[in-house]
């Protein structure tokens, strides 16, 4: 395998591994409100899916441009998500003490920064333009 | 079709890029790969631009996810229960997602916008009008629209907080949505991809939240709507709703790697999302009449939320506007760049729009009534286009080859007007216009389309029975796609 190839898939697999952490610590940081266990943990499965999902199209992949679209993509989806923690987890209406809802405000935060700057380095690495 | 190889030859004076398929070779001249008026507003998408199922999915979902979708849903709460809300969707989305799925094919088999692929059809004089109704002007009236709702929900979401007032509002968004639409495909891609999967989350739980404070799942199954209605009037309303989206949806999938990609990702897009934000929009108002989703999310403190679904999801629809209304003005005027275009609409629509918010103006009403009244004559010309391109090309003049059915490049003759389908337009326009006012349960969308689909094949048929010239004049494709 060449070192783009190997360093691509260590990037993206490094990322899913972050943000299945990161959501599980927000699920985690749920559970003294019913609504927010509901909210965030609806919202740490669909990472945990989209994240395994996007590590088995990366997995076994030898070209580099089907790599780095596959990465791209499944990076833009944690990208994203990060950003439902980042915005939900402070409102009123789930009522989490100011601690809880820092810790998952923070993994939303991370996950979206981390991902958002992997984004940028696969394709440069890849050759893979970001809107693919 | 994969596209494995492609490569430049010189023949003669000419040079031509021939693509290898598994199953076929095409020849595409250099000319035509090249781009004047900027993201391949006039020619084909080459190879190396087009993109995957999943980014044109997410295109899609972008221009799905607006807040003004979900207020569009709350009209089918007045005449349906909650149930009957999630089947009419779902009925009508299927009859959307089957519609477009023909109108995305010919964008994905020949990997031109709407506007250009009606150059066949319609014309080359033809296309530009079809091009000016459909987007030139809609879509721009529509962008204005959207600028102002956008001050508008900035306004009540942030009461007093300074630029968020709605002309000053609706200015920073209106420039806001003119940069990715500037940028082009590239542009509108990576906003999507940027805020669709956390906009459908985000409302998803926005709208349970909203369900769990009025009263809950029992009270939703529960309400009743003021004016029952039958269940064909709620479908023709939904597929209403997003009929003209279906006609332009070429402008996205013409990007398509494979021919039926774009139709794929639009029918996805349609029938399995859709149906939600027509929910999200019917169910509250079956729960709080009067009410919307963005009030509730506020009232709930999800303020922050309110303002990344708010700032980024009006902006992933309304740059798609003004994007399709830059492509249809590239068709219709010579040597002005669709950047151009997208500035000059952008900023026209910008300052209505802001203009509207400062008191300058009653109201968009007027304009919205216009471009409401245009909107019923898009579905003829979505009419024509399936027909030509599935029925008359293949079946009545004899062009079964859908890889070849639509020539485009320069050298590429075309009539100037083709009249059967003018003709057709104008009696379907027409009829979609008076039909309804006799009875208004027949939709002038369902009389337009059907009308000029039936009438051009017919007109194109007995033309061609009778050996009379169809097409008037004689129009040669120049070097940059004009």
């Not at chain 1, 919202?43 to 089907?66: C, N, P, Q, Y």
């Not at chain 2, 542009?187 to 906009?199: Q, R």
Request: proline share 4%.
């Amino acid at each position: 395998m060449s070192e783009p190839l190997v360093t691509t898939l260590k990037y993206v697999r490094t990322v899913m591994v972050v943000s299945i952490g990161l959501a599980v610590v927000a699920a985690v940081a749920s559970v003294s409100s019913q609504r927010a266990l509901f909210a965030f943990g609806i919202t740490t499965v669909i990472v945990v899916l989209f994240a395994l999902l996007t590590v088995a199209r990366v997995s076994g992949r030898k070209e580099l441009k089907a790599l780095g679209e596959a990465s791209i993509q499944g990076l833009w989806v944690t990208t994203s998500l990060g950003l439902v923690y980042l915005t939900l987890a402070t409102a009123p209406y789930y009522g989490l003490p100011i601690a809880n809802a820092a810790v998952i405000a923070l993994a939303g935060a991370i996950t979206t920064i981390f991902s958002g700057l992997t984004l940028y380095r696969v394709s440069k690495l890849t050759g893979v333009m970001l809107s693919i | 079709m994969r596209i494995f190889e492609a490569f430049l030859v010189e023949e003669g004076d000419e040079k031509i890029y021939i693509l290898l398929s598994s199953n076929s070779r095409i020849a595409m001249s250099e000319e035509e790969v090249k781009d004047y008026y900027g993201d391949f507003a006039n020619v084909r998408v080459p190879l190396h631009e087009r993109r995957t199922m999943v980014n044109q999915l997410i295109v899609f979902l972008g221009v799905l996810a607006v807040w003004a979708a979900v207020f569009g849903g709350a009209a089918l709460a007045t005449w349906f229960g909650a149930i009957d809300i999630i089947i009419v969707s779902v009925l009508g989305c299927i009859v959307l997602g089957l519609l477009a799925f023909l109108t995305a094919t010919i964008g994905g088999r020949t990997y031109a916008s709407t506007y250009v692929i009606l150059r066949h059809s319609m014309g080359r004089a033809g296309a530009i009008i079809a091009g000016i109704v459909i987007s030139g002007i809609s879509a721009t009236l529509w962008f204005a629209f959207e600028t102002w709702l956008f001050g508008v929900i900035m306004a009540g979401t942030f009461p007093g907080v300074p630029g968020m007032d709605v002309g000053t509002a609706a200015i920073w968004g209106g420039i806001l949505m003119m940069i990715t639409a500037a940028i082009g495909y590239r542009g509108l891609s990576v906003l999507s991809y940027f805020i669709v999967p956390a906009w459908f989350v985000i409302v998803t739980l926005a709208l349970t939240a909203a369900i769990d404070v009025s009263g809950g799942w029992a009270a939703l199954l529960a309400a009743r709507p003021p004016a029952p209605a039958d269940i064909a009037t709620g479908i023709t309303f939904v597929v209403g709703l997003y009929i003209v989206g279906a006609t332009i949806a070429p402008d996205v999938t013409r990007f398509s790697r494979k021919p039926y990609d774009g139709a794929i990702a639009w029918f996805i897009h349609v029938v399995f999302f859709m149906p939600l934000i027509l929910a999200a929009g019917g169910f509250l108002q079956l729960l709080a009449p009067g009410q919307n989703l963005v009030g509730f999310m506020v009232s709930m403190g999800m303020v922050w939320a309110v303002l990344l679904t708010g700032v980024l999801g009006q902006w992933t629809t309304n740059d798609n506007n003004l994007y399709s209304a830059s492509l249809a003005w590239c068709n219709a005027v010579p040597k002005v760049k669709r950047v151009i275009w997208v500035i000059v609409m952008g900023v026209g629509g910008t300052a209505v729009a802001a203009l509207i918010g400062y008191g300058y103006g009653v109201s968009l009403d007027a304009l919205l009534a216009f471009g409401t009244f245009l909107g019923t004559f898009i579905p003829p010309f979505t009419g024509v286009m399936i027909a030509d391109y599935f029925i008359v090309r293949p079946y009545i003049l004899g062009a079964r080859d859908p890889r070849t059915r639509y020539p485009f490049g320069p050298g590429t003759e075309y009539a100037v007007i083709n009249w059967p389908a003018a003709v057709a337009v104008v009696v379907a326009s027409f009829l979609a216009w008076y039909v309804p006012q006799l009875d208004s349960r027949i939709p002038a969308f369902l009389v337009g389309l059907l009308t000029s689909s039936l009438l051009h094949i017919v007109l194109m048929a007995v033309s061609k029975g009778a050996k009379i010239r169809w097409g008037v004049g004689r129009w040669v494709e120049t070097p940059t796609g004009w």
